[in-house]
């Protein structure tokens, strides 16, 4: 029986060892500073059916406690009730101690305080309950601690909500309490303050410019201060109170700011002007926020969380890879907003997972959408003056081009006078030199002698003649002049172009007694219009045989500049030359040197020349070193290819 006795006593033994051993170790209060950080000093019980009082959880599953191992407490989306105990030695301390529970946006959470007599007293809190229930007026949840009588406390609390369940609980002496508090106001006043600020003064500059971006913006503030008003818990200490529903509704400034930052970047980046797939990327993304916004009134939690978890997702990839995709292609006033969003939709991400529990829950994560905002707001107000520069410049590129349009309109305007003047006063000259002839030929036809038919005929037929040769003349220079393209272009070789008119012309040119030396390389081709090629070379040679001296000397030389990719061609006589005046005009239309009474052109041959190089991407100009030393005729062409010939 004695032996009976000692096994039992053993037993009681034991289990009281087990019971002592699953109690919190305390947390003293003496020399430890100002602070504590309470959330791997607890002890955690999960309720899976939430129904379990506060006696069955001190006694019936009190084993089930086990021990926190981290300072920041992430448990997720949860349906469970959580339980959490702690305990504090008191015996040494100093002054009052308050436990705060940092995290503000728990849905319901109860202090359970031992009351001296063997019970517990209960102080039920939370952001879904009236802020009046606190026991002291602070965003955050804050308790006195019962740190009077000294000796070992042992406190409960209960946690349950329907969104991330993320805990930051601190224990803090009086003084310590104090300059939390005095420091978290003082970030979060400038931060409001920031914000505040940049919305009227974006505000006013909508209602003075107009621009719809600055609207957009403001839509983008306002939706992040409704969203961190409703989160850090300011909204339920001063705004509503008594309303604690409408914290449940933080999920509307989501789809605000994204609303908001579609629309802001739509226009921001001008993607209807410049980048008109994007723009309807955006519009489909838009529809996206239109539908995900219904099906959150219909979801329950913690779906309808996830929801616009993943629409705040989805908007950090979409805007990430829309600056960055604009940037790259050229769009020099994206570098800006790419900077801004970057580092603002990382916080939000950061922030996203970091309440989904995917990610190790730190003191920062409540604060990354402050941080974020900060910069978003400083960078896109430095992006918006950066857009309005931009603009600017812009706005004086599109004048200066627009004046410099207008003064060569001008210019061509006044050229198109000046051609028109000089067109009447020559097709008056052509037509008074025929009728002129006719006259004449009517006063000799009253002669009735042979010899005197045969002048007067020679004389209507070289009027008719002339008047034919003007009209057509001018009728081909308008229609090169107004072509709106260049001809066709192929590989042309000018050598043989000259070496065939050359034959063409042998019988003028033994009578003229004049020597022609085509000295063009053979391996030579340039890019251009074969039959207008063969036309340019016909006038420029016609011309040189025409005013050349009997027995002058007629020279055809080329030169290349592979560097440049271009031919030079020179037709050069030893004829009448021209004075410098006159090789201003000379490639002006309906010009001719010397009195028209005397010369057999139009003054369009070297004008129509001109046009059909410069069409081609050419050059035409005429040198002379003076009248009577010789004048020459220089083409410039596009190399289409040179096989190793050097220039002659």
Same mark, same amino acid.
């Given at each position: 029986m004695r032996k009976f006795h000692w096994v039992v006593f053993a037993v009681l033994a034991l289990l009281s060892t087990v019971a002592q051993a699953i109690k919190p170790e305390p947390v003293v209060l003496e020399g430890i500073g100002d602070e504590v950080a309470l959330g791997a000093r607890m002890q955690i019980l999960e309720d899976p059916e939430s129904h379990w009082t506060l006696d069955q959880v001190r006694n019936q599953f009190a084993s089930r406690f086990r021990n926190s191992d981290a300072s920041a407490l992430n448990f997720g989306f949860t349906d469970s009730t959580l339980w959490l105990r702690f305990a504090v030695d008191a015996t040494d301390a100093e002054g009052s101690w308050f436990l705060v529970e940092r995290h503000p946006i728990l849905d319901e959470l109860t202090l359970y305080v031992p009351d001296g007599a063997g019970g517990y007293r209960s102080f039920p809190v939370g952001d879904t309950r009236p802020f009046s229930l606190r026991p002291m007026d602070h965003r955050s949840f804050v308790f006195s601690l019962n740190t009077d009588n000294g000796g070992v406390t042992e406190y409960?609390?209960?946690?349950?909500?329907?969104?991330?369940?993320?805990?930051? #609980?601190?224990?803090y002496s009086a003084k310590g309490l104090v300059e939390y508090s005095y420091l978290e106001q003082l970030i979060q006043g400038l931060f409001y303050g920031s914000l505040a600020i940049m919305l009227i003064y974006n505000l006013m500059l909508f209602l003075s410019l107009r621009d719809n971006v600055h609207l &957009?913006?403001?839509?983008?503030l306002a939706g992040i201060i409704f969203f961190n008003i409703s989160v850090s818990g300011y909204g339920l200490q001063f705004l509503w109170p008594e309303t604690p529903k409408i914290n449940e509704y933080f999920w509307l400034a989501t789809y605000v700011i994204a609303l908001a930052l579609a629309l802001y970047s739509r226009q921001f980046l001008q993607l209807a002007q410049r980048f008109p797939r994007y723009d309807r990327l955006l519009r489909h993304y838009m529809i996206l926020i239109g539908v995900a916004f219904l099906l959150q009134w219909v979801l329950q939690p913690p779906y309808s969380y996830h929801l616009s978890t993943f629409i705040a997702l989805l908007t950090v990839v979409l805007f990430s890879w829309l600056g960055w995709t604009v940037w790259r292609q050229g769009f020099r006033v994206a570098r800006l907003y790419v900077l801004a969003w970057s580092v603002f939709l990382l916080t939000i991400f950061l922030y996203a997972i970091?309440?989904?529990?995917?990610? #190790?829950? &730190?003191?920062l994560v409540p604060y990354l959408p402050h941080i974020g905002a900060l910069w978003v707001v400083v960078m896109l107000?430095?992006?918006?003056?950066?857009?309005i520069r931009?603009?600017?410049?812009?706005?004086?590129?599109?004048?200066?081009?627009?004046?410099?349009?207008?003064?060569? &309109?001008?210019?061509?305007?006044e050229q198109m006078n000046q051609d028109k003047s000089m067109f009447l006063q020559y097709i008056s000259h052509e037509l008074n030199t025929p009728i002129n002839w006719i006259g004449a030929a009517d006063s000799l036809g009253n002669n009735n002698g042979e010899d005197s038919d045969v002048d007067?005929?020679?004389m209507v037929r070289k009027g008719q003649k002339r008047l034919i040769g003007i009209v057509g003349t001018s009728l081909r220079y308008f229609d090169l002049s107004d072509r709106s393209q260049a001809p066709p272009v192929g590989s042309c070789q000018p050598m043989w172009i000259l070496d065939a008119l050359i034959r063409e012309e042998s019988d003028r040119i033994e009578q003229s007694g004049l020597t022609l030396r085509n000295r063009v390389s053979p391996n030579l081709r340039v890019r251009a219009s074969e039959t207008e090629l063969r036309e340019v070379f016909a006038m420029?040679?016609?011309n040189a045989l025409r005013f050349s001296a009997e027995g002058g000397i007629v020279e055809m030389v080329s030169e290349v500049d592979v560097g440049e990719g271009f031919a030079h061609i020179v037709i050069r006589d030893e004829g009448k030359g021209a004075t410098a005046e006159q090789l201003e005009h000379i490639m002006e239309p309906f010009f001719v040197m010397g009195s028209r009474h005397h010369e057999e052109g139009f003054g369009l041959s070297l004008a129509m020349a001109r046009v059909m190089v410069e069409q081609v991407g050419g050059q035409l100009w005429a040198e002379s070193p003076g009248p009577g030393r010789g004048f020459s005729l220089h083409v410039r062409l596009p190399l289409a290819e040179f096989e190793g010939a050097t220039a002659s």
């Open positions: 409960y609390l209960k946690v349950k909500g329907k969104g991330a369940l993320n805990m930051m #609980p601190m224990l &957009h913006f403001v839509m983008f970091g309440n989904l529990g995917l990610i #190790p829950y &730190h003191v107000s430095l992006a918006l003056g950066d857009r931009f603009l600017e410049n812009e706005r004086k590129q599109l004048a200066l081009e627009a004046q410099q349009n207008l003064e060569r &309109h001008l210019s061509d305007i007067v005929w020679a420029g040679l016609d």
